[in-house]
């Protein structure tokens, strides 16, 4: 944020400024120490988001796995698609072409360069699913383009709790158990079918393998 915009926030005109109104705000120590606060606090959010989008050496998501012992309990793997880049289709088996292809139609217009997912299914009753899905973007200004898009319209508050997180954003769903994470030029969404938090246990497994333990839950 430029220094114009920090002096309008706390009410300065940073064209014109007005010695005596300066002058009369010195004598008050209350008012220095609240306009001191209000430019730290909006540097620190800024700097702050600098750091989520910064871009960072991921490890392809071809190379990821999500074993049934990361979760408590009885689980098995559900294979998943798994695709190192959109654009070229070469690797992937023929009978997963058309899906990738279809998927390819709607992500590469979004700026995503690579998507997978993984997901364990419970061995023993009740039913329950857990599904991280992971969409790498060509950069990070993409990233937070469709994030504020997704996640920052109009009324979202209704459907997206926020969730204070280190080094990345977070929203939970109000009307679903899942939760969605962005940082750097990742999107990653998590969810699963019961109560609990597996989800959010599977989700930081699949984080620490794609940062190569940079960045954790």
């Known amino acids: 944020m430029s220094i114009k915009k920090k002096i ?4 300065w005109d940073p064209d014109v400024v007005n010695l005596s109104r300066f002058a009369n705000l010195l004598c008050h120590p209350v008012k220095v120490m609240f306009t001191v606060m209000m430019l730290l606090l909006n540097s620190t959010a800024e700097s702050s988001d600098l750091d989520i989008w910064e871009g960072l050496d991921l490890s392809p998501v071809s190379s990821i796995e999500l074993p049934a012992s990361t ?3 009885k689980w098995k793997v559900i294979k998943g698609l798994r695709v190192d880049n959109l654009n070229n289709l070469e690797d992937v088996s023929e ?3 058309q899906t990738v292809e279809n998927l390819a ?18 061995a023993d009753f009740p039913l329950n699913t857990v599904t991280v899905k992971v969409y790498i973007f060509n950069n990070a200004q993409q990233c937070q383009s469709w994030w504020k898009k997704k996640y920052q319209y109009a009324g979202w508050q209704q459907h997206y709790q926020p969730v204070e997180q280190i080094n990345m954003f977070r929203v939970d769903s109000l009307q679903m158990n899942k939760s969605a994470f962005a940082f750097s030029h990742v999107w990653l969404t998590t969810h699963q079918l019961q109560d609990g938090k597996e989800h959010i246990d599977a989700a930081n497994h699949i984080i620490r393998l794609l940062t190569d333990g940079k960045i954790s839950l």
């Open 8 to 11: 309008l926030l706390v009410g």
């Open 71 to 73: 979760l408590s309990g």
């Open 105 to 122: 139609k709607q992500l590469l217009p979004l700026g995503i360069q690579s998507a997978a997912d993984f997901t364990l299914s419970s």
């Open 95 to 97: 009978s997963q072409l």
